[in-house]
């Protein structure tokens, strides 16, 4: 397996993609790519030729591809200027699928269209890799489908973020620009591609079992209201811990509550969306299940680069380094969280490389969490390319 990657900040579009795919080329030796991945800010979004130009260069055999608010290549996080980063991969044997699902409301419910059936697409999968708009991309449709057709097969990857409304974003796929829907790949188990999925929370307080709770709405934990146990948790906390609470506490939602101890990836995160003080109800960004364990989470910057730092650091310890790298960072991330610019994309050179790496601030990010695939706010989802066929490998 061969990887290469490039990037600039080159304002003409034409230039700055013909100097990244010139670049790829000469890291490849010339060979052809299998799978080219390109990724480019608001300020190219506009030239319609992305994916022509790209196959007229290099003649890639897949490519998917978006715009996106902040372009990630190398060890830099390219925020608020013109950017392209394009990534290869050359992968002699291995399989790959290239598809576009799109999502319509029928009278029997959503139906998702594009997305090959698992006896369609003719080899098994060991990772999928997809992009959606925000708007027409119906998210928890695209991983239900994932895991009926593939089970256990880690799904990452996340939303466009050069759009403000349906139909300014774009994404490519193949020789195609499209504006709906997702865009991605089905790649075979012949490469291995693992993933960290690093949710930059930390617990405070201890769990509580739901004991009354209706779709996303929380009405008691352990027979209490639930905003009386988010005060029990504010007053026993350290001062700074109290100051993260009132920024904006979130929860932890157990994926299997049947564990006798939660650690790290044992929960699933989600925002506090509001309370009722006259109820004591809290209402949250996801749907929650009478019984589900839940421990309220606090997010700074200090446990989102420690969470990163850790969950790679473990990764790199239980199989090959990587060869490569796609990085899926959220767009409320990056100075906007941390103090210093280039934070994810530089802890991960600074752990696991210099490998070619690539990515995009996200607005909203697909990864998998103990097992299970999921659409994620405020997480640094990446996918690591190695060298060897998959096997077992895609732990989280």
Request: glycine share 14%; charged share 20%.
């Amino acid at each position: 397996m061969r990887y290469s990657a490039a990037c600039n900040t080159i304002g003409d579009s034409r230039k700055a993609l013909e100097q990244a795919c010139a670049v790829v080329r000469d890291g490849l030796d010339g060979d052809t790519p299998d799978l080219a991945v390109v990724f480019v800010s608001a300020h190219h979004a506009g030239f319609e030729e992305v994916p022509a130009l790209i196959a007229e260069r290099l003649g890639a055999r897949h490519l998917i591809g978006c715009t996106c608010e902040t372009v990630i290549g190398g060890g830099e996080e390219m925020e608020d200027r013109p950017a392209v980063s394009l990534w290869t991969a050359v992968m002699p044997g291995v399989e790959i699928a290239a598809c576009h699902a799109e999502f319509e409301r029928t009278p029997d419910g959503l139906l998702c269209s594009g997305m090959p059936l698992a006896a369609e697409v003719g080899f098994p999968v060991g990772a999928a890799i997809f992009l959606g708009d925000p708007y027409t991309c119906a998210a928890k449709s695209l991983i239900a489908r994932i895991a009926d057709d593939h089970p256990g097969v880690p799904l990452m990857g996340g939303m466009a973020s050069s759009g403000n409304a349906p139909g300014e974003n774009r994404l490519y796929i193949d020789g195609r620009v499209v504006n709906r829907g997702g865009v991605g790949v089905l790649i075979g188990r012949g490469v291995s591609v693992r993933s960290v999925v690093s949710q930059g929370c930390r617990p405070v307080g201890v769990p509580f079992v739901i004991t009354k709770s209706d779709e996303n709405v929380v009405h008691e934990l352990g027979g209490v209201p639930a905003m009386l146990r988010l005060q029990e948790i504010f007053d026993a906390a350290g001062e700074r811990d109290q100051r993260l609470l009132q920024r904006g506490p979130h929860v932890g939602l157990a994926i299997d509550e049947h564990r006798s101890e939660f650690g790290r990836g044992d929960f699933l995160i989600s925002g506090v969306l509001g309370g009722d003080r006259a109820t004591g109800a809290l209402a949250l960004g996801n749907v929650v299940r009478t019984g589900q364990t839940l421990q309220f989470h606090v997010r700074d910057a200090d446990a989102a680069d420690e969470d990163l730092r850790s969950l790679i650091t473990t990764q790199l310890e239980s199989g090959e380094r990587p060869q490569g790298a796609l990085l899926f960072s959220c767009n409320g991330r990056g100075t906007r969280m941390f103090a210093e610019t280039n934070h994810d994309a530089g802890v991960i050179q600074d752990l696991a490389g210099p490998i070619p790496l690539a990515g995009f601030f996200a607005q909203g990010e697909l990864g998998p969490i103990s097992g299970s695939n999921h659409l994620h706010g405020f997480t640094a989802s990446l996918a690591l390319f190695g060298s060897s066929p998959a096997g077992s490998e895609h732990d989280d």
